[in-house]
T-cell receptor, first 109, second 113 residues
Framework: KNEVEQSPQNLTAQEGEFITINCSYS?????LHWLQQHPGGGIVSLFM???GKKKHGRLIATINIQEKHSSLHITASHPRDSAVYIC???????????FGTGTSLTVIP | KAGVTQTPRYLIKTRGQQVTLSCSPI?????VSWYQQTPGQGLQFLFE???????NKGNFPGRFSGRQFSNSRSEMNVSTLELGDSALYLC????????????FGPGTRLTVL
């Protein structure tokens, strides 16, 4: 049983396209995290949110607590956005960390 | 501010051996969490330490253990290594735990032969 489900698993886009990655979770949470992992393994935290919407540059993250759903949007995608995007949640009982399986994004010039 | 560092970066061991991995958090961060990443299982939470105490633990056997020192540096130990322990082991530090922003280290890639 996966506490966090992501879709799509793989995504190929043309440079400039608007991209959406979806995340659904089944546990009660205190926070939801969007992470980015480039080839070679390094992980960077993009967003941490518990309600509403956050924006950093071309990236936007939203969360709907009632529907247990979050989306990560990338506007005007660029080849350097090519990476694996991982949704993770902090459970609100025990503070465990649950990860989605990731979305592999390739942006073609 | 220096980032999270992990040593060693690469490690090759044989079945039955034990291994110790080290993680130095960002200065001022009191929480260190450990994660295992494999192609088959993806990322999984191992445990979290805060102020030298283990606060949370994932579903891993007792062969996986850790500790945290007074300077917040943390070590993770795996005893009686199995082939399936081959993975990228990542640590992350944060101000207050898994409910706050995580800053990840580069990882230690462990290969068990």
């Amino acid at each position: 049983k996966n506490e966090v489900e992501q879709s799509p698993q793989n995504l190929t886009a043309q440079e400039g396209e608007f991209i959406t990655i979806n995340c659904s979770y089944s546990v009660g949470i205190s926070a939801l995290h969007w992470l980015q992992q480039h080839p070679g393994g390094g992980i960077v935290s993009l967003f941490m949110l518990s309600s509403g919407k956050k924006k950093h540059g071309r990236l936007i993250a939203t969360i709907n607590i009632q529907e247990k759903h979050s989306s990560l949007h990338i506007t005007a995608s660029h080849p350097r956005d090519s990476a694996v995007y991982i949704c993770a949640v902090t459970g609100n009982t025990g503070n465990q960390f649950y990860f989605g399986t990731g979305t592999s994004l390739t942006v073609i010039p | 501010k220096a980032g999270v560092t992990q040593t060693p970066r690469y490690l090759i061991k044989t079945r039955g051996q034990q291994v110790t991995l080290s993680c130095s958090p960002i200065s001022g961060h009191r929480s260190v969490s450990w994660y295992q990443q494999t192609p088959g299982q993806g990322l999984q939470f191992l445990f979290e330490y805060f102020s030298e105490t283990q606060r949370n633990k994932g579903n891993f056997p007792g062969r996986f253990s850790g500790r945290q020192f007074s300077n917040s540096r943390s070590e993770m130990n795996v005893s009686t290594l199995e082939l399936g322990d081959s993975a990228l082991y990542l640590c992350a530090s944060s101000m207050s735990g898994t409910g706050s922003e995580q800053f990840f280290g580069p990882g230690t890639r462990l290969t068990v032969l």
